[in-house]
């Protein structure tokens, strides 16, 4: 924070790959990959909404969520802002960020907006400067996340503030430990560009020309592998048409890797599953 100026149907799910990711996201954009979105949007909420009311978010406030995806943080802030106060969403995949939109405006949120914008190649945001500029597991995706902090950067007001939210990949695993979970951890690791993004925040922010964060926050979050095991399903099931192409393992052990962790979910449930910590400045 800185002032501004089921085993069997797991192992089905992880067979079932989408086309292989655009670049710059190994995911996928796929309407499983939008499920996958939105569940964890739901998981990461409580930690969001946390931090926005640390801020003090005001009614009338200018909002953007850049990486909006599926509009949830947007969400979060409208019901902040109120009528009174502005939301823009901008987001490289313009079939998300349309649904988003609509679903946001069927709620009552008609202070929304959202804008398609390829952010690694934009030199500012439109509709600026913001009381708020936010962005949540988008940095980690990206080829040069320090120039895209820089554009964020550039787009807050006098007196707001500039939120970001990264992962730390290196933290995921399952205890006891499990074959299968290491090797999607290896695959998992291997295929994100910035697997460590969350710890290098700070770092980034002073690389940006930002400055040392104001504050930072850590959030972690654990649950037993019989109600992970879906989740873990649909990160693999998005993840391995990227890393089929990269090399990283063939579609055929992909497969094989499916029926292992299916048994492990039902061999194993109570197992303790760490997602990656939630890292905040």
């Known amino acids: 924070m800185r002032p501004a100026r089921g085993a069997a149907t797991i192992a089905h799910a992880m067979t079932t790959t989408a086309p292989h990711a655009p670049a710059g996201y190994a995911l996928g954009r796929e309407p499983a990959e939008y499920r996958r979105l939105r569940t964890q949007a ?55 960020g349309a649904d988003a939109l609509a679903a946001l405006h069927a709620a009552g949120h008609h202070q929304c907006a959202f804008t398609p914008l390829d952010l690694t190649i934009a030199d500012e945001i439109p509709g600026g400067p913001f009381d708020l500029v936010f962005a949540r597991l988008l940095l980690m995706h990206l080829p040069d996340p320090v120039r895209v902090l ?13 939120l ?20 999607f951890r290896r ?34 979050r654990l649950e037993p592998l019989r109600t992970a095991g879906p989740e873990i399903a649909a990160v693999w099931t998005s993840a391995l048409p990227a890393a089929v192409a990269h090399g990283l393992v063939s579609r055929a052990d992909g497969e094989r890797w499916a029926g292992a962790f299916g048994r492990d979910v039902t061999e194993h449930p109570d197992h303790t599953w760490q997602w990656p910590p939630l890292m905040g400045a």
């Open 42 to 96: 739901r998981a990461l909420e409580p930690a969001t909404a946390r931090l926005l009311d640390h801020l003090g978010l005001a009614p009338g406030a200018r909002c953007l969520d850049a990486g909006c995806g599926a509009g949830d943080t947007m969400r979060l802030m409208a019901q902040r802002v109120g009528p009174t106060g502005a939301v823009l969403g901008v987001d490289l995949d313009a079939r998300l």
């Open 164 to 183: 970001v939210q990264e992962y730390d990949l290196r933290a995921v695993g399952v205890l006891p430990e499990l074959e299968s979970m290491a090797e």
């Open 150 to 162: 820089r554009t964020l950067w550039s787009a807050v007001a006098a007196g707001g503030h500039l």
């Open 187 to 220: 695959v998992m690791l291997a295929v994100q560009p910035h697997a460590d993004l969350g710890q290098r925040l700070p770092l980034l922010f002073a690389q940006a020309g930002i400055g040392t964060p104001d504050g930072t926050d850590v959030t972690g």
